[in-house]
């Protein structure tokens, strides 16, 4: 019980970083409509069977100061559930958060999920999105996963050499995705 890590006592001055790719809810879409390749298929069918242990052991060693998985809120889903339970802003790396393969020509051709697009929507009132990013990946962003990976909230000192630990220990997608700002209201900048 005194390991247990909560979602909600992120922290100012943290780092921000993220175990899976994400696009799994486009793919499974596209997998169901028949619209994936075999190759990204089974990509996503792997990400999916790949469990969390590996990441999870691998953190233990570290002060993580929150954690939550991706499933069905989507990755600014769930950042904004640690966001506004900790009481602190967090601002969100576009470009750096990895992303299965086709899932964004999938999202372009317009193959998203309703529960992502329900997601975008909820999100729309705590996020603020920069003008670089585009209506697909704002989508993706908030795409509904299936078996996601870990975010985790942790010092800064400490996020390089978790990241090289997880892709040691086979989390080869693991990324610095962004960083907890400060103390607020929960909102989320994504840049």
Known sequence: PDRILA?????AGDALLLTKPIGL???????????ASAE?????????????????????GYRVSACTDITGFGLVG???EMT?????DAELWAARVPMLPEARELAAAGIVPGGTRDNLA?????TAWDGSIAPVDRLLLCDAQTSGGLLISLPAADARSLREDLQRGGVADA?????????????VRVR
Not at 7 to 11: E, I, L, Q, R, S
Not at 40 to 53: D, F, G, K
Not at 122 to 126: F, I, L, S, T
Not at 175 to 187: F, N
Request: include cysteine.
């Open 7 to 11: 979602n909600d006592t992120a922290c």
């Open 78 to 80: 769930h950042l904004l």
């Open 84 to 88: 506004r339970g900790s009481g602190v």
């Open 40 to 60: 990204s298929i089974a990509r996503a069918t792997r990400v999916m069977t790949t469990l969390n242990r590996a990441a999870a052991e691998a953190m233990a």
């Open 122 to 126: 909820h999100a729309e009132v705590w």
């Open 175 to 187: 990324a610095v995705i962004g960083r907890v700002t400060a103390a607020g209201e929960g909102r």
């Open 25 to 35: 809810g486009v793919l499974a879409t596209a997998a169901k409509r028949g619209a």
